[in-house]
């Protein structure tokens, strides 16, 4: 049984940056991806990359949120720059093996990400 356990989360102001992870125990996926839960709002899919480094992005984050691997550490990592107000959402970790983004079911527990204006 996989476990996703993120951290690096916390409060920052507009245009700061923030670096998530997350570390995997057991299997590793071809794809781990970020998603984003704001207050009042459904979660949403920011950024996933499988074994061989291929990426996609959320449109809101392109440009300034760059995801990562690090397979032999089975670990994977969120850079988020220019952060803005709208970015704040508690941040998940997720593993699939396929790349579509409503199959991923297994998540971490998530982060708090806060960004004030």
């Known amino acids: 049984q996989v476990q996703l356990v993120e951290s690096g989360g916390g409060l920052v102001q507009a245009g700061g940056s923030l670096r998530l992870s997350c570390a995997a125990s057991?299997?590793?996926?071809?794809?781990m991806g970020w998603f984003r839960q704001a207050p009042g709002k459904e979660r949403e899919f920011v950024s996933h990359i499988n074994t061989l480094d291929g990426t996609e992005y959320a449109d809101s984050v392109k440009g300034r949120f760059t995801i990562s691997r690090e397979n032999a550490k089975n670990t994977l990592f969120l850079q988020m720059k220019d952060l803005k107000p709208d970015d704040t959402a508690v941040y998940y970790c997720?593993?699939?093996?396929?790349?579509?983004?409503?199959?991923?079911?297994?998540w971490g527990k998530g982060t708090q990400v806060t960004v004030s204006s």
């Open positions: 997720a593993a699939s093996n396929t790349g579509r983004i409503d199959q991923y079911v297994n």
């Open positions: 057991g299997r590793i996926f071809y794809y």
